[in-house]
């Protein structure tokens, strides 16, 4: 029998979840939500926790240096922090428009990075 404790941030309510799994059945309980959200969150995270990546990168030839970038969905918790390097060295060329796929298929997770902000060329 595997017990986590952990705090869902599916939503603002930030309820305390207890995930129970029975190693030999594979079946899970998640208790102490208050909505299906909590019960969705709970075992994900127990089982494949994922997460979304917010960052910058630069820009050349633009009215700002950086733009702001994120995930186009959540990717594995453990790729985080090599995704952000990847990002610290990469540049691109301005223009640049919230949405712009600024790279494909990140660490081939099926997952692209996408601009959240404009940045106008000089």
Not at 36 to 42: L, T
């Amino acid at each position: 029998m595997k017990i986590e404790h952990m705090t869902c941030i599916g939503c603002p309510v930030g309820c305390m979840l207890t995930v129970t799994l029975n190693e030999e059945t594979g079946e899970m309980e998640v208790t102490g939500n208050l909505c299906p959200i909590g019960d969705r969150y709970g075992k994900q995270e127990l089982l494949d926790p994922k997460r979304m990546v917010t960052s910058t990168v630069e820009v050349e030839g633009g009215y700002e240096v950086i733009v702001s970038v994120k995930t186009s969905e959540s990717i594995p918790k453990g790729l985080v922090k090599e995704c952000v390097r990847s990002l610290s060295s990469l540049k691109v060329k301005a223009p640049v428009n919230i949405g712009d796929v600024i790279v494909e298929n990140i660490l081939d997770t099926g997952v692209n990075i996408i601009a959240t902000a404009n940045v106008a060329p000089r």
